[in-house]
């Protein structure tokens, strides 16, 4: 893979992975607290200042927000229920696109909508676009159940498995390491 290819889809990494991280699990927060924090952050990350959010429009993004995160650690070789997945299959239903040229041509595809499922549609259409790229399979939450921070695996062969080696990895290599120490 190219890095112009790369660096022509970090908008659509970017936008999945830190739309997955909103919730941190190990400090257990989540920075779309409220209906204003989701209707910020969605104008901040996309330009896009939709109408008035209510909490009932924050619990279905958040709903969204961990059905990504259960892709990715699919992605990662965990496995996910079909419950989980749910809220995903509910946005694709909800998605319309529209077709238009791109200033250099191009025929381009984009959320029809200015609304909430335009913005699931946008998310929908960054996975669409890394599929088609088969860079989705790189997409990865950290397989630490306290963690399960998403990242990007830029490796060679695919292979990571947690978000910091420094930390998760080591994390994990030292549980390993007392279970044989404890077991002998």
């Known amino acids: 893979m190219s890095n112009a290819v790369n660096n022509a889809l970090q908008p659509e990494i970017d936008l999945l992975v830190e739309f997955v991280n909103t919730r941190d699990i190990e400090e257990e927060t989540d920075s779309l607290a409220g209906p204003s924090d989701l209707g910020d952050w969605i104008a901040e ?40 997945l749910e809220p995903l299959r509910l946005a694709a239903e909800r998605s319309r ?68 080696m420094d930390v998760c990895g080591n994390r994990e290599k030292t549980r390993r390491y007392r279970e044989r120490k404890g077991s002998g």
């Open 45 to 84: 990350h996309t330009g896009e200042h939709l109408p008035e959010l209510e909490e009932a429009d924050l619990r279905r993004v958040i709903e969204l927000r961990e059905a990504l995160r259960a892709m990715l650690r699919v992605n990662n070789g965990v496995d996910a229920d079909e419950v989980e």
């Open 97 to 164: 696109y529209r077709l238009s040229f791109a200033p250099d041509g191009r025929l381009a595809l984009a959320p029809a909508r200015g609304d909430l499922s335009g913005f699931e549609s946008r998310l929908l259409l960054a996975i669409e676009r890394l599929q088609c790229e088969e860079l989705w399979p790189r997409l990865k939450a950290c397989t630490d159940d306290g963690c399960q921070w998403a990242f990007y695996d830029a490796t060679r062969n695919h292979s990571r498995t947690w978000c910091s």
